[in-house]
C-alpha cells in the first residue's frame, strides 16, 4: 500500500499497520485517520494477513487527536461554526471508524509504547487486545475542557468509579497500572515489548481464519446484545450536542458585548 502516514507490511501470515507521525508523536490529523481506516480495510480483505498488529513509529504509540486540524477538532468545510447537523454527521463518522477497527474480522493487537493519550486510548480500546511498555503513560488530558467523551469504552474496561477517577482528575497511569486496571491486557519492559506482541500474534495466527472469524464474531454480537453500539450512540450524540452548545454559548456572549457597547451610562 502507498500510503502518506501509515505503513503497512506482512510477515508470516502477521500485518502491521504502523502510524507514521513520529514528530507529532502519531496525532491524529486528517490525513492519519483516513490512512489508519484505509490500512485496516486492505488487512481485512488482505489473504495473506491473519492477524493485524496496530503501533506507532517514534517515541509514542498515539499523543491523541491533532488539536491543529482533525476530524475531531476542525469544524467541517463549508461552515464557520459546529451545527447540530455537521456537529453529528462528523461524530456519526468518526464512531462508524472506531466499530469498523473494533469489528474487523481478524484479531488486531495494539503494541503501545510512550504516550497514549486520550484517542490513543481509543484506539488500543478498539483493538481487541492490547499490550504495553510498562513505562508507556496513559491518560486523558482532554477532560479538562469537560463535557461528554465520544468514547464509551472507558466504562467497558475500568468500570465507573476508575472512569470517573481518571476523567474527573485527569491522572495519567503507566503501563503497569494500567495492566493492573484492565485498560490493557499486559505489560511488560518496553525492550520486551515488540517480541511480546509478535508470540501473541503467532499464537492468533496459528487459528484457522474462518474459525478465528466465527469466534470474534460471536464475542462482538455478545456485546452488541449488552448494548454496546447504543452506547456508541449515545456518547456521540452528547459530544455533539456539546459542540454545539458551546459554540452558541460563544455566540450569545459576543452579541451581548456588542449590546452592552451600544449602551451609555446611566446619568
Not at 176 to 181: D, Y
Amino acid at each position: 500500500m502507498n500510503l502518506e502516514t501509515v505503513i503497512y507490511e506482512v510477515k508470516d501470515n502477521i500485518a502491521k499497520i504502523i502510524m507514521n507521525r513520529p514528530d507529532k508523536r502519531n496525532a491524529l490529523n486528517h490525513a492519519l485517520w483516513d490512512d489508519l481506516s484505509a490500512a485496516f480495510d486492505h488487512a481485512d480483505s488482505d489473504p495473506e494477513a491473519r492477524v493485524v498488529i496496530l503501533c506507532g513509529a517514534g517515541a509514542s504509540f498515539c499523543s491523541g487527536w491533532d488539536l491543529r486540524e482533525s476530524y475531531y477538532v476542525s469544524i467541517p468545510e463549508g461552515y464557520d461554526s459546529w451545527t447540530t447537523g455537521n456537529a453529528l454527521k462528523t461524530l456519526r463518522g468518526i464512531s462508524e471508524r472506531y466499530l469498523k477497527i473494533m469489528n474487523l474480522t481478524k484479531p488486531v493487537i495494539a503494541q503501545v509504547h510512550g504516550y497514549c493519550l486520550a484517542a490513543g486510548c481509543y484506539l488500543e480500546m478498539l483493538c481487541d487486545v492490547a499490550i504495553a511498555a510498562e513505562d508507556a503513560i496513559f491518560g486523558h488530558p482532554a477532560t479538562l475542557s469537560g463535557g461528554v467523551d465520544s468514547m464509551p469504552l472507558w466504562v467497558t474496561f475500568l468500570g465507573l468509579r476508575k472512569t470517573k477517577e481518571l476523567f474527573m482528575t485527569r491522572r495519567f497511569v503507566d503501563g503497569k497500572e494500567a495492566e493492573r486496571i484492565g485498560l490493557v491486557n499486559k505489560a511488560v519492559p518496553v525492550d520486551k515489548l515488540e517480541e511480546e506482541v509478535w508470540q501473541w500474534a503467532q499464537a492468533m495466527a496459528e487459528v484457522p481464519p474462518d474459525g478465528m472469524m466465527i469466534m470474534k464474531e460471536a464475542l462482538n454480537t455478545h456485546a452488541e446484545i449488552l448494548s454496546r453500539g447504543a452506547v456508541f450512540t449515545y456518547h456521540r450524540q452528547l459530544n455533539a450536542l456539546g459542540r454545539v452548545g458551546r459554540t452558541q454559548s460563544v455566540h450569545n456572549l459576543d452579541a451581548l458585548r456588542e449590546r452592552s457597547r451600544g449602551k451609555q451610562p446611566q446619568s
